[in-house]
């Protein structure tokens, strides 16, 4: 809030100054050359009172940040599962009050309402209409062409199209996970910003428009729109550096359970080198079965396990049931260390 004094003070400043009556000067052959005083260059920028910018450049860098992220993982996510190539960027990152955010946006426009638990309010993501024909199109087995002439989905289409928002729900959680852990939930589906009223018609709201690029043939519009009160208690945290350090920091204990669930089913070749030898071309040829290649390792040696072909283990051949097998009893410290196995 400005006191009076301030306002006052900022009004005088933006007031036209009456011009002041030049001053001659006389030269040697007697012409009279007037100028005008110089104005004073007052440091002062333009204040919209109706109109207040809540985001600042960093607020704005940074949610560009993360929803880049969200691109890049939407056009993964939608690749796999379209079975097309599907670019997404961001193009770019706005402050614009509510009411001017409905009256630029298209009609009819696919738009999901969304939830970000813990944080307050509503966020709306849309898809617009080139977007979400050319989905159901390509997700009914055609080649992924948009229709000509806008119109509303019916409600097959709308039960297509909800499967590629869930999915972009997902890869929008994971994003926002650079900042703060959120649950996002759709709780209400419409087919026009015009329909939906999340914030006052003079709120700020953050627009972050995204270009979807389809086959590389079609293209079409999707955005995102955040009003201020849904970040406004954690606007501290919406910096780049902030970003960065979350991103930087350690994984949570039971995130890394998670990854080493999953890699438990992961498979890696092993193999054990027995030892090495050189050969010429004409010896290698003249091989026939029964032959005995010497190799450069006495049979009392130690074996080498390799995992990924990276050395790992030092191992003792010997036999399991009726299968060949290794004992690994020392892991390799230092891969430099390791001589006679070729490699």
């Keep these: 809030m400005l006191s009076q004094e301030e306002i006052d003070s900022l009004l005088s400043s933006l007031s036209v100054e009456v011009d002041q009556p030049a001053t001659g000067q006389v030269t040697g052959e007697g012409t009279v050359v007037t100028s005008k005083p110089s104005t004073d260059k007052r440091n002062y920028k333009l204040y919209n009172f109706r109109r207040p910018d809540k985001f600042s450049k960093d607020h704005l860098r940074a949610l560009q940040t993360i929803h880049e992220s969200f691109a890049r993982q939407l056009g993964l996510v939608m690749t796999a599962y379209l ?74 289409e709308q039960s297509l199209i909800r499967r590629v928002l869930d999915r972009a729900i997902i890869s929008l959680e994971e994003a926002w996970r650079s900042m703060m852990n959120v649950n996002a939930s759709m709780v209400g589906f419409e087919e026009s910003y015009a329909l939906i009223q999340v914030a006052t018609p003079g709120e700020i709201v953050a627009l972050i428009t995204f270009e979807v690029n389809l086959g590389n043939k079609h293209s079409g519009l999707v955005s995102l729109c955040v009003p201020y009160p849904v970040l406004e208690g954690v606007i501290s945290q919406l910096s780049a550096q902030h970003i960065f350090h979350r991103q930087q920091s350690s994984i949570p204990f039971e995130e890394q359970e998670k990854i080493l669930k999953k890699l438990n089913y992961a498979k890696i070749p092993v193999q054990v080198l027995l030892g090495g030898t050189e050969l010429t071309v004409g010896d290698l040829l003249a091989l026939s079965v029964g032959d005995v290649i010497r190799l450069d390792r006495e049979a009392s040696d130690d074996l080498l396990a390799c995992v990924n072909g990276r050395p790992k283990f030092y191992c003792r051949p010997g036999k399991l049931k009726d299968k060949l097998a290794v004992y690994m009893y020392e892991s390799v410290e230092l891969e430099e260390s390791i001589e006679g196995f070729g490699l």
């Design 83 to 156: 079975r097309m190539t599907v670019e997404i960027d961001v193009v770019s990152v706005d402050q614009l009050t509510y009411d001017e955010f409905v009256r630029s946006m298209p009609s009819p426009m696919t738009v999901s309402i969304l939830e970000l638990d813990p944080l307050p309010g509503q966020v709306l993501l849309g898809f617009g209409y080139e977007v979400t024909s050319s989905v159901i199109d390509r997700m009914l087995g055609g080649p992924g062409t948009p229709e000509a002439r806008a119109r509303e989905l019916t409600d097959i």
